[in-house]
C-alpha cells in the first residue's frame, strides 16, 4: 500500500518543478491550509459555539454578513499577514485591499480570496467553502504596493484553489500543472492526496443554474437551458445547490456546467471577478475546462475594480462551447 501524501509533502516536493519559486510560496500555501483548519474546525461547531446567523454587519458589498464571514475573514487575515510572504491582500469582505509589511514593500505575493463563500447556507447546515488565487506583485520589493497589484489578469495567476467544507473538508489547487486535491483526515487533522490530476470527464452530465433567474436571463442563456430540458432523463441531469464552490466541485468531478448569468437587475452580473471567478476559471481550465462571461474567456479580462462583479459560465469544455454556439445563434450577448 503506498505511503499517504500528506498536503506539506505534496508542496515541497513540488516547489522542485519551479526553479523560479522560493520558499515563500511554499510558505504561503501551507498558511493557507493551517487557516483552513482553523476555520473547519468553526464551522463544525457553529451551532454549538454560538456563531451562527447574521453578525449583524454588512459588507461592502451592503449584503448582510453572516457570524462565520467575519471569522473565516479575521482568521485569514490573521494568519496571511503574519508571515513574509504576502505584501497585500483584497477580500470580498473588506472595501480596499489591505497591505502588509510597511505598506507591501516586503513579501513577493498578492492574495485575493473569498473567505467563506456560500455563508447564506451556513444555518442550513449546507457546504461552503473558501476561495484564493495568488498573484506575484507587479511593483519592485521594496516599493509600496499599487493598485495594479491587485487588478492583474487572471491569466497571472500563479496558485489558484478552493477550500470545501463539507461532509468532508477539501482542499483543492492548481498552480498551472494540473488541480490536486487533498482531504483532511479529522482525526489527526491532516490533509491527504486523495484527488491527484483531477480533470473534467469527457461526459458531461449536469446543468447548474438558479432556475428563478432564467426568466431575466440573456436569450442565448434560456436556448441553452431549453436544449438541456430537452435531455433530461435521458442524459442530463440539472443540480443547484445555490453554493458556489460546492456546484463547482461537484461538477469538476460528475461533469458539468455551472452558469450565473447577467440579468436584468445585475447586468454585469452578481459574482466577484477577482475573487470567484479567476480562481474558479483558472482551476477549470487546468481541468481540461473553460469559463466565459457573455462575450469572452474569463481569464483574458483585464478587471476594472476590486469588487468588478462578471457573468459566469465554467465547467466542461463542451457544454461551456455549446453555449457559446446559442449566443451566435441569437446573434451575440444582449
Keep these: 500500500m503506498p505511503k499517504a501524501i500528506t498536503l506539506q509533502e505534496f508542496i515541497m516536493d513540488s516547489q522542485a518543478e519551479f526553479p523560479f519559486v522560493s520558499g515563500q510560496l511554499t510558505r504561503l500555501l501551507t498558511d493557507i491550509g493551517v487557516a483552513a483548519k482553523i476555520v473547519n474546525h468553526q464551522v463544525n461547531r457553529a451551532g454549538l459555539a454560538g456563531i451562527l446567523g447574521q453578525s449583524g454587519s454588512q459588507n461592502t458589498h451592503n449584503e448582510d454578513q453572516q457570524k462565520l464571514d467575519v471569522f473565516a475573514d479575521k482568521t485569514f487575515m490573521r494568519i496571511l499577514t503574519a ?24 513579501g513577493k505575493y498578492v492574495v485575493m480570496i473569498d473567505p467563506l463563500d456560500g455563508s447564506s447556507n451556513i444555518d442550513v447546515n449546507v457546504s461552503i467553502g473558501t476561495i484564493f488565487s495568488i498573484y506575484r506583485r507587479v511593483t519592485l520589493l521594496g516599493e509600496p504596493l499599487s493598485s495594479q497589484d491587485f487588478l492583474q489578469k487572471g491569466t497571472e495567476q500563479v496558485v489558484a484553489g478552493y477550500i470545501l467544507y463539507g461532509s468532508s473538508t477539501m482542499l483543492v489547487y492548481t498552480t498551472g500543472t494540473g488541480v490536486n486535491g487533498f482531504t483532511m483526515d479529522p482525526a489527526i487533522g491532516e490533509f491527504f492526496l486523495s484527488h491527484p490530476k483531477m480533470e473534467f470527464p469527457e461526459s458531461a452530465i449536469i446543468y447548474s443554474i438558479n432556475d428563478a433567474l432564467l426568466h431575466k436571463a440573456p436569450q442565448a442563456v434560456q436556448k441553452f437551458i431549453g436544449g438541456c430540458r430537452e435531455t433530461l432523463g435521458v442524459g442530463l441531469k440539472a443540480r443547484y445547490i445555490g453554493s458556489l464552490v460546492t456546484d463547482f466541485h461537484r461538477n469538476l468531478i460528475k ?8 440579468t436584468e437587475s445585475n447586468p454585469e452580473g452578481k459574482l466577484r471577478l477577482m475573487y470567484e471567478c479567476n480562481p474558479l476559471a483558472f482551476i477549470a481550465q487546468q481541468a481540461g475546462g473553460t469559463a466565459e462571461n457573455n462575450t469572452s474567456d474569463i481569464l483574458e479580462i483585464q478587471p476594472r475594480a476590486l469588487h468588478e462583479r462578471s457573468p459566469f459560465y465554467v465547467g466542461s469544455r463542451n457544454m461551456v462551447q455549446g453555449l457559446r454556439s446559442c449566443w451566435m445563434a441569437t446573434s451575440g450577448p444582449e
Design 83 to 106: 508571515g513574509k510572504s504576502v505584501a497585500g491582500i483584497g477580500s470580498e469582505e473588506q472595501e480596499d485591499y489591505i497591505l502588509c509589511h510597511d505598506q507591501g514593500k516586503e
Design 255 to 262: 461533469g458539468g456546467i455551472y452558469l450565473y448569468p447577467s
